[in-house]
């Protein structure tokens, strides 16, 4: 356990001083690799907890950055109101999800959530008088805290992501920490038992899912605040395929693995492509290396390795 606080405190010492010594470009990078973890964690909670694989996730982060963008261009500017409708937005959009998704089990589970996120894909990309369409919605400011200071800032912007970072950090380990959390990962081992005594197996499973599509609403609302911009590939295949990659190569069930795979692939990218012409066939190599040789994900190795140099 100290060990584990002091690479803890160590990581939220980097993290604190990165915007001072790295340039504009880099910190961007963090910026997107923090959202992109919130969004990596929040699937975890729905695959590494309670066992529902899913490759329609992007939907409720699509939802919800769909949201902020009309609400911010047509409505207001206030931080709070945008807040609660996105959190709102993407409730209700996994509650609605969640009751068909969840007549089916396996294979048919993980086809009928890519089905549903693509129907939403598909009104975004033929609604274009309401969401702009193929070019989506440009030009969304960052929204007024109501505070004295302003998220035009970059530096302020970078602290404002990292402290709801944090915050979702925080909610989620308490969360899966929980007897619900334990419960959680008695209904994926063996829902079967978990009926005998007494649980009721669908409704934890319906409550899993709708918390992993809150917090995919906030990422999907830090994503469009950082970016000025949303379209409909924010609900696409690709989007729900990526965040599913950052959770397996970092790890399930553990909400560090997907914090690291959201870190190794954002930077990953950026460092591969810029090497390299055809960089997504090495990307592909490394997840399918990943699989093969790890499929615990990279903390699952670490762990494995851990155990065995301390028996040794």
């Keep these: 356990m100290r060990r584990s606080t002091l690479i803890a405190a160590v990581i939220l010492a980097v993290l604190v001083v990165w915007p001072f010594v790295v340039p504009a470009y880099t910190r961007g990078l963090m910026i997107q690799t923090l959202i992109l973890a919130i969004f990596a964690m929040s699937l975890d909670v729905q695959l590494g907890y309670t066992g529902l694989p899913s490759l329609g996730h992007a939907a409720y982060f699509g939802a919800a950055g769909f949201t902020a963008a009309l609400l911010i261009l047509h409505v207001t500017t206030n931080f709070w109101p945008i807040l609660a409708a996105c959190l709102g937005v993407a409730a209700l959009g996994a509650a609605l999800f969640g009751l068909l998704a969840l007549q089916t089990t396996g294979a048919y589970f993980l086809m009928i959530t890519l089905a549903l996120a693509q129907v939403l894909w598909g009104l975004a990309f ?24 302003s998220l035009w800032n970059d530096t302020t912007f970078y602290f404002f992501v990292l402290i709801t970072f944090l915050i979702s950090t925080a909610l989620l380990l308490l969360l899966v920490r929980s007897p619900f959390g334990q419960a959680l990962k008695g209904v994926r081992e063996n829902a079967l038992r978990m009926r005998a005594l007494g649980y009721n197996v669908w409704l934890f499973k319906y409550l899993g899912f709708i918390i992993a599509g809150v917090f995919a609403g906030v990422a999907g609302m830090l994503f469009v605040f950082y970016n000025g911009h949303v379209s409909a590939s924010d609900l696409s295949i690709t989007m729900s395929g990526r965040v599913l990659l950052m959770v397996i190569l970092g790890g ?54 851990s155990a065995r140099w301390g028996r040794a």
Excluded: C, H
């Design 126 to 149: 033929k609604w274009r008088s309401f969401t702009g369409g193929e070019d989506g919605l440009p030009g969304v400011s960052r929204p007024d805290l109501k505070l004295p200071i």
């Design 252 to 305: 399930t069930g553990t909400l560090v693995g997907p914090i690291f795979g959201s870190f190794a692939i954002v930077f990953l990218e950026n460092e591969i492509s810029s090497q390299i012409e055809r960089w997504p066939i090495v990307m592909g190599a490394i997840y399918i290396a990943v699989v093969l040789f790890a499929p615990q994900g990279v903390i699952g190795l670490l762990k494995s390795w």
